[in-house]
């Protein structure tokens, strides 16, 4: 079923907590060399879709392969170590304590704890880098859990980046970060787009502003269903998101990146 340039792939996938469901019927296809932004309002599943690209649940029906592994008969930890993920969950898990430098380290293989691993000093001096990178070279040494809200957000970008996964997955990734920091974030993932083997990336955001311009693909949520999907142009677009926010909504591009406001104030 799966075809050879599929990243992921998601058929009839349902996600149901608690006789709820969260998310689905959904069917879709990432494929290599694609940049998809997930968009949709607060509580419409995009995390938890973004529970099921990351490997860190099974759906609760319909069939989801990743990295061309099906979930449900793959284990989950292994599959998980071969994504970049950046969001809250990996945050909440990591050992406070970690300096930052630590915590970076642990993209390498996905681990939450870095007393798990060896890393030689070449590592250390990449992950130094990388946090240089996103101008967090002044807490590389300092315990992860006292870092402000928009340092940890960086210091997990940099952590996403260490290992060049196949498939990164960023959840609100400028969420609490200011303006160099999110043009930092923009930069960084157009680079990575435009590199060799680049990986296949998804972001939930809730700004366009916080889109890079190598964007490809979007996906529009609510109520856990598609509203829209396909190209970006097509469907980062005033009737797509004025649908799926409910509210009448302009879109601009501008240098290739995207901006959104209510037309009401146009
Ligand atoms: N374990 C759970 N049990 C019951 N309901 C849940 C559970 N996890 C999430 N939900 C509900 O599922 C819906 C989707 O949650 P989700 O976190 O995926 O939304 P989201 O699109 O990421 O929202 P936000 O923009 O606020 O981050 C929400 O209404 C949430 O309350
Ligand atoms: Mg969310």
Same mark, same amino acid.
């Given at each position: 079923m799966s075809e050879a340039d599929a990243v992921v792939q998601l058929v009839d996938v349902r996600?149901?907590?608690?006789?709820?469901? #969260?998310v689905g019927p959904l069917t879709l296809t990432l494929r290599e060399g694609e940049h998809w932004a997930l968009l949709g309002p607060n509580g419409a599943g995009k995390t938890t879709l973004l529970s099921l690209l990351g490997a860190s649940r099974h759906p609760s029906s319909g069939a989801a392969t990743v990295l061309g592994l099906p979930l449900g008969r793959t284990d989950l930890r292994a599959l998980r170590a071969r994504i970049g993920v950046v969001g809250q969950s990996v945050a909440d898990r990591l050992p406070g304590h970690a300096s930052a430098t630590e915590v970076v380290l642990t993209g390498r293989d996905g681990i939450l704890a870095p007393w798990w691993a060896s890393f030689d000093d070449v590592e250390r001096a990449s992950a130094r880098s990388l946090l240089d990178r996103f101008r967090c070279a002044h807490v590389a040494d300092q315990p992860f859990v006292s870092c402000s809200q928009g340092e940890r957000q960086r210091v997990l970008l940099a952590r996403s980046l260490y290992a060049r996964h196949s498939l990164l997955v960023l959840d609100e990734p400028a969420? *609490?970060?200011?303006?160099? *920091?999110? @043009?930092? #974030?923009v930069a960084a993932l157009d680079d990575l787009a435009a590199s060799a083997k680049a990986p296949t990336t998804v972001q939930v955001a809730h700004t366009l502003e916080e889109l890079p311009g190598s964007t490809t693909h979007a996906l529009l949520l609510r109520?856990?269903?598609?509203?829209?999907? *396909?190209?970006?142009? @097509?469907?980062?677009?005033? @009737?797509?998101?004025?649908?799926?926010?409910?509210?009448?909504?302009?879109?601009?591009?501008?240098? *290739?990146?995207?901006?959104?406001?209510?037309?009401?104030?146009?």
């Amino acid at each position: 079923m799966s075809e050879a340039d599929a990243v992921v792939q998601l058929v009839d996938v349902r996600v149901d907590v608690g006789g709820r469901r #969260l998310v689905g019927p959904l069917t879709l296809t990432l494929r290599e060399g694609e940049h998809w932004a997930l968009l949709g309002p607060n509580g419409a599943g995009k995390t938890t879709l973004l529970s099921l690209l990351g490997a860190s649940r099974h759906p609760s029906s319909g069939a989801a392969t990743v990295l061309g592994l099906p979930l449900g008969r793959t284990d989950l930890r292994a599959l998980r170590a071969r994504i970049g993920v950046v969001g809250q969950s990996v945050a909440d898990r990591l050992p406070g304590h970690a300096s930052a430098t630590e915590v970076v380290l642990t993209g390498r293989d996905g681990i939450l704890a870095p007393w798990w691993a060896s890393f030689d000093d070449v590592e250390r001096a990449s992950a130094r880098s990388l946090l240089d990178r996103f101008r967090c070279a002044h807490v590389a040494d300092q315990p992860f859990v006292s870092c402000s809200q928009g340092e940890r957000q960086r210091v997990l970008l940099a952590r996403s980046l260490y290992a060049r996964h196949s498939l990164l997955v960023l959840d609100e990734p400028a969420a *609490g970060v200011d303006l160099p *920091g999110r @043009e930092a #974030l923009v930069a960084a993932l157009d680079d990575l787009a435009a590199s060799a083997k680049a990986p296949t990336t998804v972001q939930v955001a809730h700004t366009l502003e916080e889109l890079p311009g190598s964007t490809t693909h979007a996906l529009l949520l609510r109520d856990g269903r598609a509203v829209a999907s *396909g190209r970006v142009d @097509e469907v980062l677009a005033d @009737e797509p998101l004025s649908a799926c926010f409910g509210i009448d909504v302009r879109v601009v591009r501008r240098a *290739g990146r995207f901006a959104a406001q209510a037309a009401a104030a146009w």
